[in-house]
């Protein structure tokens, strides 16, 4: 009972699938034509799921919103901060705005996965579309690189194996609590092992 978004095709060999705005009503889907040849209909049908989680749950304006405060607080508040006191401030608050970023994705794979009953859907399309990263994944300094990294993403083996080990009986109260639960746990663990 969602009500369908503009979508607009993107005619590029790389498959991917986002979305954007500040509610379901005024989002935009994209998807790209790499992503129809790459996966099937199921699995097209996971990785829009996970979209729709984030226009559901309002995850543009959010992002949008942390990131503006950040902005915000570097420029008119901390400005007189002097250099590398400036510098780190920065690179720590970037960081920390793309790791909570995280917990967001993190959440939207376990919506889609319990809106659709099936998580092996996702598992297998986020395989498929990243098999490259999940090769280098093996290495531990690639992981965590991944885990601090400017990129919204977890790392593709945390979240493929999440997928692969989720009961699909048992639904968490909060899947953003369960996510930011489980993303800090396997990034301790990634530095810890």
């Known amino acids: 009972n969602i009500e369908i978004p503009r979508t607009v095709i993107a005619n590029t060999l790389i498959p991917n699938a986002a979305i954007t705005g500040p509610s379901i009503k005024n989002s935009i889907l994209l998807v790209t034509s790499g992503l129809a040849l790459t996966l099937d209909s199921n699995e097209i049908k996971a990785v829009i799921g996970h979209e729709f989680s984030h226009a559901v749950n309002k995850d543009p304006l959010i992002l949008f919103i942390f990131s503006s405060i950040e902005y915000l607080t570097r420029v008119y508040i901390l400005w ?27 959440r939207a794979d376990l919506e889609s996965a319990y809106r659709l009953k099936n998580n092996r859907e996702l598992s297998n399309a986020l395989i498929k579309i990243g098999f490259h990263r999940i090769f280098y994944e093996r290495f531990k300094s690639y992981r965590f690189q991944r885990w601090i990294g400017w990129d919204p993403h977890p790392p593709l083996y945390f979240r493929v194996l999440r997928l692969e080990k989720l009961d699909l009986n048992w639904k968490p109260k909060s899947l953003l609590l369960h996510s930011a639960k489980d993303c800090i746990s396997n990034f301790i663990s990634t530095i810890i092992t």
Not at 86 to 102: E, G, N, P, Q, R
Request: glycine share 0%; charged share 15%; proline share 4%.
């Open 80 to 106: 007189m901060l002097k250099w590398p006191l400036d510098l780190i401030y920065f690179i720590f608050s970037i960081t920390a705005l793309f790791f909570t970023a995280k917990f967001l994705e993190a």
